[in-house]
Each structure stands twice: as C-alpha cells, then as structure tokens.
C-alpha cells in the first residue's frame, strides 16, 4: 500500500481536491482540510498536499513550478511546522479516522468494538 493523498490545492490553477476515499470525513473537519490547503497553496505560491503514509501518520508537501526559482524552501519547511503546530487536534483526529478506516488495526478494533 503506498501513501494516499487526503487532499490538495493548486496555486496557480485555482483548484482544491479531496480524495473520494476520504469523502466520508465530517464536514467540519473537510472544511478545516480545505482551508489549510487552500490558504498554504496560495500563501507559498505551489501545489499544497496533505494525505497519510501506510502507518497513518500525515504528511505534507509542497510542489513548485519547475522554472520557479523564487520558491522559498525553507518558508515552506517553516509553514507547514506551523500548520503541525497549530492543528495538533486536527491531525490527532485525521490520524484515528485513518487508522480506525483503512488500517488491520483499525479493522480489529471495529470487530472489538461491534462483537465485545
């Protein structure tokens, strides 16, 4: 299993997606994934990614325009340590959704929880 993509905003086309995988997420917590993509992507001028590596811990990522060479590296490292600072709770939250929906784990503890 490779990483999923939860979502992404692009800059410089004006458009957000989010995974039909993840459509069942809350709308609050959708909503709060879009401003977070949306508001990156334009504030660094890219393409901003959120999604899960296989063990469920979330990841982003940043991807210019391959003849942008005013991109700063090193802003984008320090936004998304504020975005990881800032939303503990949220990415918390994505974090347990994930692991309870797409894991072995989380499949045992539905059967856990359902047959106790």
Not at 5 to 34: C, G, M, N, T
Not at 71 to 81: N, P, S, V, W, Y
Request: hydrophobic share 40%; glycine share 6%; charged share 30%.
């Amino acid at each position: 299993m490779n990483d999923l993509i939860l979502a992404a905003a692009s800059y410089e086309k004006q458009k957000y997606y989010l995974e039909q995988k993840f459509q069942a997420l809350p709308e609050a917590i959708q909503e709060d994934v879009r401003i977070i993509c949306v508001t990156t992507a334009q504030k660094l001028g890219c393409t901003f990614l959120m999604g899960f590596h296989q063990d469920g811990e979330i990841y982003f990522e940043t991807v210019k325009q391959e003849d942008d060479f005013n991109f700063d590296e090193i802003g984008a490292e320090l936004e998304i340590k504020e975005i990881i600072r800032t939303q503990k709770e949220l990415i918390g939250a994505l974090k347990v959704w994930y692991t309870v929906f797409f894991t072995e784990d989380g499949e045992q503890l539905k059967d856990t929880l359902l047959n106790g």
